[in-house]
């Protein structure tokens, strides 16, 4: 499995109605047929570290996540969330063994920067060091 966990802070003057829309965006992600499981929420982590909320999404191998970074519905919807946000950060992992499988992630990650390079800065833009 390859667990994809964000935490986001959406930008100042996004409205309570604009931040459900992206919540509601991020569970039909979340629900795609490629997600084993996913979870949109508050985030109850450190209020220090500034996040309010969190999205979980676990891929089973690296053929759905291929599908899952690439499905339309993903695609539209980083569009509409990726204005809304302020900061974000990740925690991916996975409870395989195969000690190449981060690397197969990434490569996946870096052919999907390659094909939408607007998207690429955005998320760079939004992670900063913590991609």
């Known amino acids: 499995m390859i667990v994809n966990l964000l935490r986001i802070r959406?930008?100042?003057g996004v409205t309570?109605?604009?931040q459900?829309?992206?919540l509601?965006?991020?569970r039909r992600t979340a629900s795609l047929g490629t997600v084993a499981f996913g979870a949109?929420?508050?985030?109850?982590g450190n209020p220090a570290d500034g996040f309010t909320h969190s999205y979980l999404a676990a891929i089973p191998d690296l053929d759905a996540?291929?599908?899952y970074m690439h499905d339309p519905v993903h695609l539209a919807g980083d569009d509409l969330i990726l204005d809304k946000l302020e900061k974000m950060s990740a925690v991916r992992f996975t409870?395989?063994?195969d000690p190449e499988l981060g690397k197969a992630v990434y490569e996946?990650?870096?052919r999907k920067m390659q094909k939408y390079p607007d998207w690429a800065r955005r998320i760079d833009e939004l992670f900063g060091d913590n991609v």
Request: aromatic residues 8%; glycine residues 8%.
């Open 10 to 12: 959406f930008k100042d």
């Open 16 to 18: 309570a109605a604009e």
């Open 20 to 22: 459900e829309e992206v």
């Open 24 to 26: 509601a965006v991020m």
């Open 40 to 44: 949109v929420g508050k985030d109850f």
């Open 65 to 67: 996540l291929e599908r």
């Open 95 to 97: 409870d395989d063994g």
């Open 108 to 110: 996946i990650a870096n």
